[in-house]
């Protein structure tokens, strides 16, 4: 090597020494980059870590699904050793559809493909919240039979809904105030109409399905259940399938012994035969041999009934009533046993209805099915007038008047003045008997004491019959208007046209009206009273008072002293018992007292006592009339104790 060579050589060597002397980094630039290499192999080390954890939980993951998978196999398994065809449909998860119209809204739930829950949309409970009829897990709704030799309950089994959306609208035109529900209505504007579809199906074309069909402003809901190769596997010597049906009733009104829990009980009408329903006042069931038209889940305003298209051909009805002291919230609990048939075809269907609505007389009388009868209008002697007098006067000044309170005064006036006649006559009457009060008491004088209480008798009568005077005159109009005042007693605590309407202080003429109320109960009279004073009770009794105090003065007096004490009793015994009756039946009352004292001062006004006298006097003078059949069994019973009549002057 030349020396030319050597010398490059080393000066590469000085430039490479002097440059990195030059580009040396400083301490601080050393740790920075020491600091860079541990921060990644820190995320190495962590990325590994993570790694590795999911790693070990997809592992545990695929192990628990595995368990999982195992421990579903054997619940499926055993579903199915214990329903067999059926098992596969008793795992599921519970999902819920709705179906309304403007009347109700109904839920059904996947689960049996069931009725969860009805609601009608254009009412409320007593505390404003919406009135629902029934809801809840607890209702029970479903088929029940042996399939398999195995006992099989649908209620528990997961249905499919078969195509539709989750929520159902049914719409229609605008129903006018009065046109609820009313199928003469809805045929003249006819609306839309919706079905909801729930199939429980356990092998390709063998199924149950229950297809629920709702038309716009309808209270009533058809239901249809279809049965697809069943006879495959339901027991050929079932000739009926049990249909049950049951849930606790909840408490829609303000609690009052006279009120929702007194009218909620069972009801059932025997094909082509009478309605009749379970006990009114306590727990009750009843095994209906004979084919049933429909059964009806009753409350005070509202009901919810099954019906067939055809006859069940018998059934079982069961309720449990709640004490209010017990169950705040519920009335009671219903049931239902209904057998359908079962022919074992290939494939079968049994029509069925619900009415899901209000106790209105004239929506259920629409019906032809005599579901009207579910409203206590009283006993069989004023029932009629109610159904052809009281109601239909009473829905035709609905029409003109939205004022329900008006509507009463007017009701109230038109039987008074319908009355009137057999009021005056009555008036008169008395007005006689009193015209005789001198010739009764000289009677009274002759023959004093109780031995000779027949002989006072007749010796009256005789001098009535020589006047002319009926004794029972006075009597007969009042008896008359029995079947009115006692039509009313019934007509008023179930109209469901005065629940929530309003009148002067008293907000809910449906119930009543509270103007003082307390926490205890008062001995005694409590049960009946209630904890509460109502304004139109104290008006009824005070007005009352008034009425009879007329009353008697307008009278001979011959009433005994304690009959007299009880007239003026009975209208405080009143009192006690309707200051819990509603509003609206007490001012009936009040009112139908008011007209009557009117009508008192009016006939007084232009009937002369003095005039009427003198014209008994005239009778008396004339020959006497011949004896009624009364007379001659008060003369007949005297012959008999040995007694004589008085001689004829």
């Not at 809801?135 to 399939?147: K, Y």
């Not at 022919?343 to 029509?351: D, F, I, L, R, Y």
């Not at 000044?397 to 039987?415: H, Q």
């Not at 005159?473 to 008896?479: E, H, I, K, Y």
Request: include cysteine.
């Amino acid at each position: 090597m030349d020396r030319k060579s050597i010398i490059g050589i080393v000066l590469i060597f000085v430039i490479l020494v002097v440059f990195s002397l030059i580009n040396q980094p400083s301490k601080e630039e050393v740790e920075a980059a020491r600091q860079r290499r541990d921060s990644i192999a820190q995320v190495e080390a962590q990325q590994a870590l993570e790694l590795q954890k999911m790693q070990e939980q997809q592992e545990m993951q695929n192990a628990a699904m595995e368990a999982d998978t195992a421990v579903q196999n054997q619940i499926m398994q055993q579903k199915t050793e214990e329903l067999g065809v059926f098992g596969a449909a008793s795992v599921g998860t519970e999902e819920f559809t709705t179906l309304e119209n403007n009347q109700v809204k109904i839920t059904f739930s996947n689960k049996g493909g069931r009725i969860y829950s009805v609601e009608l949309k254009d009412y409320e409970r007593y505390d404003s919240t919406q009135l629902v009829l029934f809801d809840g897990p607890e209702t029970l709704f479903g088929l029940n039979f042996f399939a398999q030799n195995r006992s099989i309950t649908t209620d528990n089994l997961y249905f499919n809904q078969v195509g539709g959306a989750k929520d159902v609208v049914v719409s229609g035109p605008k129903v006018p105030k009065g046109d609820e529900g009313r199928t003469k209505f809805n045929k003249e504007n006819p609306g839309g109409t919706e079905s909801v579809t729930f199939r429980l199906e356990v092998a390709p074309g063998k199924f149950i399905e229950y297809v629920y069909t709702l038309a716009y402003n309808s209270f009533m809901v058809d239901f249809d259940v279809n049965m697809q190769g069943m006879d495959s596997y339901i027991s050929r010597n079932q000739s009926y399938l049990n249909f049950s049906w049951a849930f606790d009733v909840p408490r829609q009104e303000h609690y009052s012994r006279f009120g929702e829990d007194r009218y909620t009980y069972m009801t059932y009408k025997f094909f082509e035969d009478e309605v009749d329903n379970l006990d009114k006042n306590k727990s009750d069931e009843e095994n209906l041999s004979t084919s049933v038209k429909w059964i009806g889940f009753k409350q005070l305003f509202f009901n919810s009934t099954i019906i067939g298209d055809e006859a069940f051909p018998n059934a079982q009805v069961r309720q449990e009533k709640y004490d209010y002291e017990d169950n705040q919230n519920y009335l009671g609990n219903f049931k239902a046993d209904i057998a359908i048939p079962f022919n074992g075809t290939q494939s079968e269907k049994v029509g069925m209805q619900f009415y899901f609505g209000p106790n209105h007389y004239q929506t259920l009388k629409q019906y032809g099915l005599d579901m009207e009868r579910q409203i206590d209008l009283g006993y069989a002697i004023v029932r009629p007038v109610n159904r052809y007098v009281i109601i239909p006067v009473f829905n035709w000044l609905r029409r003109s008047i939205d004022n329900f309170g008006i509507i009463i005064l007017l009701l109230t006036l038109m039987i008074k003045v319908v009355l009137f006649p057999f009021t005056y006559k009555s008036y008169m009457s008395q007005a006689k008997m009193r015209a005789l009060k001198p010739e009764v008491d000289e009677i009274n004088a002759k023959f004093p004491g109780q031995e000779k209480a027949m002989e006072k008798q007749q010796a009256t009568m005789a001098l009535y019959r020589k006047a002319g005077v009926n004794p029972m005159g006075g009597c007969l109009p009042m008896v008359l208007q029995m079947p009115i005042l006692f039509a009313m007693f019934f007509f008023f605590p179930t109209s469901i046209e005065l629940r929530g309407e309003s009148f002067l202080w008293a907000n809910d003429l449906s119930t009543y009206d509270s103007i003082l109320s307390w926490d205890f109960t008062i001995p005694l009279i409590g049960d009946f009273m209630g904890n509460h004073l109502s304004l139109f009770t104290i008006l009824m009794t005070i007005t009352t008072i008034i009425s009879t105090k007329l009353s008697q003065s307008a009278t001979s007096s011959q009433a005994m002293p304690g009959m007299k004490t009880m007239m003026y009793i009975m209208p405080v015994m009143f009192f006690f018992l309707l200051n819990s009756y509603p509003s609206g039946l007490s001012y009936y009352y009040f009112l139908a007292n008011l007209i009557t004292i009117g009508q008192t001062y009016l006939i007084r006004s232009f009937v002369d006592d003095e005039k009427i006298r003198a014209q008994l006097q005239a009778n008396k003078k004339k020959p006497a009339k011949k004896q009624s059949n009364f007379q001659k069994r008060l003369e007949e019973m005297a012959k008999q104790r040995g007694v004589q009549a008085p001689k004829k002057k």
